[in-house]
């Protein structure tokens, strides 16, 4: 009997819970996925009957123990459906605290930036990540607020923390050191945002914009001056090294005195006396590769260090005076510099030091010092010098190695017009030319890059031309005719050369040709030949019709280094003084194959010249392509002459 009473009341018991399961509240969720499907009976070959889009809520119903396992029962006007769990997330939603880090956060209605854009976060708000996983790009998470899904946004956009000034540039330096420039922008604007664009802010993120589109704008920043000392001045009679970038190397002890070369950091001499503050000092080409410099011949810096390249024969030794401030007895490694400059107080000797230690070191000590550099060019907030420091870091692997390079290469050749004082001390502007223009007048030694120059005397006579079969060109015979035109035009061409004499005060003759090279990672198969090809134009046609003059063209083998090294080379070129002109460089085994591959590319500039002049480079030739402009459009006027 009471084994019968215990075993009543154990299925009461039973029937309780079971009771209790089947009459649950049920409980409100909400729809993650794009689409839920809801389905007619509790078995996924069921068909669906009806779908419901991401972001509705529903309530679903307590399983019942008799129910198929994972499905769920939903009540919809339609009547009742079943579902899974899955794509369903309780509501209201929850999830981690996160803050918007950039000033405008675009939320989209999918985790795919390609999606439509159903909102904005501004810069501070605060938002709650979705817990749950949703299919979609990787980086996108679903952004809740107040408990509702906002949609999808770049989880790289969010912070743990709430953004302050101090946060920010912490986490940019930090991206920088990390070589992640794209993320270190976005923050370096979001700063921005925050400071208004005023102070050091706007500097940091300008030279994070030129570190993508000009890089080597921010290359200069590296250079480094005397004040990197690491070790004493040497004495007569033994080596010394030089310590800034770069250091002119005299014919006499005098900053009159002409510049018989140009010396880089660590180059060797044997300093054969002293007489303060100039050393007389001999070069060792063993140690010290060197050029004499010519301004009508070559001329080369590397990486923004100059350095020559022996133009006469190996061996040969020359003499000159260094500033004596510009040389130590000790050549330090980057480690060695950059534990000197870590022991010094905070100032321009310890940051030169660090600059010197960065630029000078190989792939297995950048990942070491240029940290320390980016720290450094933070505290005194010298953000081109930091982001330039980053530029040389990212340059090697995660590994430290050298990134793999295969052959040299030409990367960029520039004409320029003039340059005042010496072209290896000079920088380079852009200068437009137009009518009428107030030129600045350049301060210290500059080149002109020159866009724009106009002919001063190409107005339009083609009305008053005829085409001279024989001769094969445009004949002005109308005298009266070309007085009038040349009359009507007077202005124009007085001004002109008032302008072009004006701009040729400010900068030095002859024009120049600037040559970049990238080395490869193993000595140079092939030589490398720049040319200088005059272009005639004539201007009597529709589109202006362009002729190679090869006979005045010009063409030099230039002597590559034998050692690649990580810097890029600098060569220069005194030019003649065309008005039209193509300057270019190019490798070829020999003489003959860069004259013809010369050739190949002037013909296919003359087929299709407007096509050259979106372009910078053609089969292997790199080139600069200078036409000037003229003075309006002269249609054609060519008479056809018996059997043409």
């Keep these: 009997m009471h084994s019968w009473n215990r075993a009543a009341r154990a299925l009461a018991g039973m029937l309780l819970v079971l009771l209790a399961t089947a009459c649950g509240e049920p409980q409100e969720m909400m729809v993650l996925h794009e689409a839920l499907g809801l389905r007619e009976e509790p078995h996924p070959e069921a068909p669906v009957a009806e779908k419901l889009p991401r972001g509705t809520r529903l309530k679903v119903q307590p399983a019942r123990p008799w129910e198929a396992e994972g499905w769920r029962r939903v009540m919809t006007p339609s009547g009742m459906r079943w579902t899974t769990l899955e794509g369903l997330a309780p509501f209201p939603l929850q999830g981690e605290a996160r803050f918007v880090w950039q000033d405008e956060l675009p939320v989209h209605s999918q985790p795919d930036p390609s999606s439509q854009t159903v909102g904005t976060l501004r810069f501070g708000d605060e938002v709650h990540l979705l817990a749950a996983p949703v299919p979609g790009v990787a980086g996108y998470t679903g952004v809740v607020r107040e408990g509702t899904l906002l949609g999808f946004a770049n989880a790289s956009a969010l912070g743990e923390k709430r953004p302050t000034a101090e946060l920010l540039l912490e986490e940019t330096r930090a991206m920088l050191k990390q070589g992640n420039f794209p993320q270190a922008l976005r923050w370096a604007r979001s700063l921005r945002a925050l400071s208004e664009g005023t102070g050091r802010r706007g500097a940091l993120v300008d030279?994070?914009?030129?570190?993508?589109?000009?890089?080597?704008?921010?290359?200069?920043?590296?250079?480094?001056?005397?004040?990197a000392r690491g070790a004493e001045p040497p004495?007569?009679?033994?080596?010394?090294?030089?310590?800034?970038?770069?250091?002119?190397?005299?014919?006499?002890?005098?900053?009159?005195?002409?510049?018989?070369?140009?010396?880089?950091?660590?180059?060797?001499?044997?300093?054969?006396?002293?007489?303060?503050?100039?050393?007389?000092?001999?070069?060792?080409?063993?140690?010290?590769?060197?050029?004499?410099?010519?301004?009508?011949?070559?001329?080369?810096?590397?990486?923004?260090?100059?350095?020559?390249?022996?133009?006469?024969?190996?061996?040969?030794?020359?003499?000159?005076?260094?500033?004596?401030?510009?040389?130590?007895?000790?050549?330090?490694?980057?480690?060695e510099q950059q534990a000197k400059a870590l022991a010094m107080q905070h100032g321009e000797a310890r940051l030169e030091l660090l600059k010197r230690a960065v630029a000078l070191s190989g792939p297995e000590h950048l990942a070491q010092v240029a940290p320390a550099l980016i720290d450094e060019a933070f505290l005194d907030e010298r953000y081109r010098l930091a982001v330039a420091a980053a530029l040389r870091l990212k340059e090697t692997d995660p590994k430290g190695g050298a990134a793999p390079r295969m052959a040299w290469k030409v990367e960029a050749v520039t004409s320029l017009y003039g340059c005042t004082g010496h072209p290896l001390e000079a920088r380079?502007?852009?200068?437009?030319?137009?009518r009428g223009a107030e030129f600045p007048k350049p301060r210290g030694a500059v080149c002109a890059q020159v866009s724009g120059l106009e002919s001063p005397c190409d107005v339009c006579l083609s009305n008053l031309s005829d085409y001279d079969a024989e001769a094969r060109q445009h004949v002005l015979r109308d005298k009266a005719g070309v007085d009038a035109m040349l009359g009507e035009h007077e202005e124009i061409i007085t001004q002109h050369l008032k302008d072009s004499a004006r701009l040729e005060n400010l900068y030095a003759k002859p024009p120049r040709m600037r040559v970049t090279v990238r080395p490869g990672s193993a000595a140079p198969s092939q030589s490398l030949f720049l040319f200088e090809l005059p272009l005639e134009v004539d201007r009597y046609q529709d589109k202006a019709v362009l002729s190679p003059a090869f006979r005045e063209a010009r063409m030099a083998e230039v002597r590559l280094p034998s050692a690649s090294g990580e810097s890029r080379w600098e060569y220069w070129m005194s030019t003649l003084q065309w008005e039209d002109s193509a300057h270019g460089a190019l490798f070829a085994p020999d003489a003959p194959a860069a004259w013809k591959a010369m050739q190949d590319f002037a013909q296919a500039l003359k087929k299709t010249p407007e096509a050259f002049l979106e372009r910078n480079d053609f089969e292997g030739v790199v080139y600069a392509l200078h036409l000037s402009r003229h003075c309006g459009k002269c249609p054609t006027r060519q008479k056809a002459s018996p059997g043409r």
Aim: hydrophobic share 40%.
């Design 428 to 434: 380079v502007e852009p200068v437009e030319f137009e």
């Design 235 to 335: 004495r007569p009679g033994t080596q010394g090294w030089v310590i800034p970038s770069r250091v002119h190397l005299r014919e006499g002890a005098d900053l009159r005195d002409s510049i018989t070369t140009v010396l880089s950091a660590d180059a060797a001499v044997q300093v054969l006396d002293i007489q303060p503050p100039w050393a007389h000092v001999e070069l060792l080409t063993k140690q010290t590769p060197w050029m004499a410099v010519d301004l009508g011949d070559f001329a080369e810096v590397r990486g923004g260090r100059a350095m020559g390249v022996a133009a006469s024969k190996p061996g040969t030794r020359g003499r000159g005076y260094l500033p004596i401030a510009s040389l130590q007895a000790q050549r330090l490694s980057p480690a």
């Design 207 to 227: 030279a994070l914009e030129r570190a993508g589109t000009e890089p080597a704008s921010l290359q200069p920043e590296l250079d480094f001056n005397e004040k």
